[in-house]
């Protein structure tokens, strides 16, 4: 993998055709690579290629293709036939986080790639130092978090196993920059990366607090989107505390560090649910609950806001780089 390259001819794989998955295939088409979609699963190929025109209607409506969604297609093989990864630089594995599954589609990614190929993850939980040592040639293999969705955010955290070759970290945080993303780069294998345990410890003091019976859920919601939610998009968490002033930041945390949750179980709200197995807008239980109609229209809202976020986020670039 070459530290530059021509997109229009660097071939992507990306083992795994469900929602995440798709929405990575569009981002890498958007950015001018061709692109090899593998099934691992017969069944994965069932509404894949429908989402995936879907999305990239979405991307075209956002302005961001410079060819129509045509173009964009034709460069895309959707196929179960590992072996059509065999002139792909890099390879995004996109399955369950399931070590088992995982492994297997790791061996067949490198039975049927050059031995230069990267290998990446898409992961939000499992460490990398674990899931490489399930990889031939563990050196080549690094975790690359996208969020949802993949085309129209520009996070994307990339993270560095302890077997993972400090150049290959490199190359892949400069090709993720010509995918228009910010990437964040973690050293240094950390369970859970950066984005899940800073997300992790909020979901267990709001659970706590509404647990508690201190405030309801809808409250809680407001209260993160109309204060953290007004300024996010500007500015992170270290730059914010800068702009507050640090002079009172030593007596806060004094005080409310002691105060703060620190359960090692799962939220009793969130086991009631995994019992009636609520999968939120995905079949309309949830912690709160929705028609089908209600479901649609949040989804379609959320198109529509990541649109204006993600061209937001360009007017204001960072001060200091």
């Not at 992507?12 to 929405?23: A, F, P, R």
């Not at 409310?256 to 179980?265: C, G």
Request: charged share 20%.
């Amino acid at each position: 993998m070459n530290g530059k390259n021509n997109s229009s001819t660097f071939e992507i794989g990306v083992v795994g055709l469900g929602l995440m998955g798709t929405s990575i295939i569009v981002s890498l088409l958007v950015s001018g690579h061709p692109v090899i979609g593998i099934a691992p699963l017969p069944s994965d190929m069932d509404g894949a290629l429908d989402r995936i025109q879907s999305q990239m209607n979405h991307a075209d409506e956002a302005g961001l293709l410079s060819e129509n969604v045509d173009y964009y297609l034709k460069r895309l093989h959707l196929t179960e036939d590992y072996s059509k990864l065999k002139s792909c630089s890099l390879v995004q594995e996109c399955v369950t986080e399931v070590i088992e599954i995982k492994t297997e589609v790791y061996l067949k990614i490198s039975q049927n790639t050059e031995s230069t190929a990267v290998i990446a993850t898409n992961t939000s939980a499992i460490p990398i130092s674990v899931l490489q040592e399930n990889v031939n040639l563990p050196s080549r293999f690094i975790g690359i978090h996208w969020a949802e969705p993949a085309y129209m955010t520009r996070f994307l955290e990339v993270t560095k196993g302890a077997l993972t070759d400090e150049k290959i970290a490199n190359r892949v945080l400069s090709l993720a920059r010509t995918w228009n993303k910010e990437p964040t780069y973690l050293k240094k294998d950390l369970r859970g990366f950066v984005t899940n345990r800073m997300l992790y410890a909020v979901y267990r003091e709001m659970f706590a607090i509404l647990e508690n019976g201190e405030a309801s859920m809808d409250d809680l919601d407001k209260a993160f989107r109309y204060d953290p939610g007004s300024w996010m998009t500007y500015m992170g968490l270290f730059k914010r505390m800068d702009q507050l002033g640090l002079s009172d930041f030593k007596e806060i945390f004094e005080n409310i560090f002691p105060q703060l949750d620190n359960s090692q179980t799962v939220p009793t709200t969130m086991q009631a649910i995994v019992k009636v197995q609520g999968k939120g807008i995905n079949n309309g239980k949830g912690l709160y609950n929705y028609t089908k109609e209600e479901a649609i229209k949040w989804e379609e809202a959320f198109k529509d806001f990541n649109h204006e976020i993600f061209h937001l986020a360009a007017q204001y670039p960072e001060i200091n780089t």
